[in-house]
């Protein structure tokens, strides 16, 4: 469970915690290192990003107000970052307490873990935060589906996202990069070819090697 408050010094990007979630090293290679390369899918995500925010957009759908790109602060979590949209759905002309949703725009469609969730989760803590409200659910927008995906708040999903900030903000604190673990999911991370997964493994398996080379002298040695 997160205590206290973090300052403004001490926030970290609130998207990130996508990358956290997908890959540790991931996420310390780009928010510790300050490393980035795009691929196909980062380019598309970011063109479709592109084409959703604009900061002084509003638009009225009958009893719905909508909202582009509303920053997002949560001095619990530590974490800021912007919401892509914000529906505020009135009842009637004189409603004080709107429905609110927030709709994240993602490219590619919904995926097998839960990586998109917990951003999304995230968002609504920090917006939660932010206006004393509480939000059951909200949205992804998915470029390749084209329909909306409703993702639920769940307690497991909530205490997920404050177990992953917390072990963010650990390890930037201490400057720490996991080392690489190669994987399926390696193919499609746009850090592959600075992650170096495959040398990862072969040099663990050298210092395996040595080491049971050097048991296996002492080994020797003391039977002498």
Same mark, same amino acid.
């Given at each position: 469970?997160?205590?206290?408050?973090?300052?403004?010094?001490?926030?970290?990007?609130?998207?990130?915690?996508?990358?956290? =979630?997908?890959? $540790?090293?991931?996420?310390? #290679?780009? @928010?510790? $290192?300050?490393?980035?390369?795009?691929?196909?899918?980062?380019?598309?995500?970011?063109?479709?990003?592109?084409?959703?925010?604009?900061?002084?957009?509003?638009?009225?759908?009958?009893?719905?107000?909508?909202v582009r790109s509303v920053p997002?602060?949560?001095?619990?979590?530590?974490?800021?970052?912007? =919401?892509?949209?914000?529906?505020?759905?009135?009842?009637?002309?004189?409603?004080?307490? *709107?429905?609110?949703?927030?709709?994240?725009?993602?490219?590619?469609?919904?995926? *097998?873990?839960?990586?998109?969730?917990?951003?999304?989760?995230?968002?609504?803590?920090?917006?939660?935060?932010?206006?004393?409200?509480?939000?059951?659910?909200?949205?992804?927008?998915?470029?390749? !589906?084209?329909?909306?995906?409703?993702?639920?708040? @769940?307690?497991?999903?909530?205490?997920?996202?404050?177990? #992953? !900030?917390?072990?963010? @903000?650990?390890?930037?604190?201490?400057?720490? !990069? *996991? *080392?690489?673990?190669?994987s399926k999911k390696c193919k499609?991370?746009?850090?592959?070819?600075?992650c170096l997964p495959v040398l990862?493994?072969? !040099?663990? $398996?050298?210092?395996?090697?040595?080491?049971?080379?050097?048991? $296996?002298?002492?080994?020797?040695?003391?039977?002498?």
């Open positions: 469970m997160i205590t206290g408050a973090y300052d403004d010094e001490s926030l970290l990007p609130l998207s990130g915690i996508q990358h956290f =979630a997908f890959c $540790e090293r991931q996420w310390a #290679l780009i @928010h510790v $290192e300050k490393q980035w390369a795009e691929n196909v899918r980062t380019v598309e995500g970011r063109q479709l990003h592109e084409r959703v925010d604009d900061p002084y957009f509003t638009e009225k759908r009958n009893n719905i107000k909508v997002l602060v949560s001095r619990r979590l530590g974490l800021y970052g912007v =919401a892509d949209l914000i529906e505020y759905e009135h009842n009637s002309a004189a409603d004080r307490s *709107p429905k609110i949703r927030i709709v994240e725009y993602k490219r590619g469609k919904p995926k *097998p873990d839960e990586r998109d969730e917990v951003q999304l989760c995230a968002q609504a803590m920090c917006l939660e935060e932010m206006l004393g409200i509480k939000l059951d659910y909200a949205y992804f927008y998915y470029g390749e !589906t084209r329909h909306r995906h409703r993702v639920d708040f @769940h307690e497991k999903l909530r205490e997920k996202v404050e177990q #992953l !900030t917390g072990k963010m @903000h650990e390890l930037f604190e201490k400057g720490i !990069t *996991p *080392p690489p673990v190669k499609c991370c746009s850090l592959n070819d600075l990862g493994k072969k !040099t663990r $398996e050298a210092c395996r090697y040595i080491d049971s080379l050097i048991a $296996e002298i002492e080994s020797e040695s003391a039977g002498d």
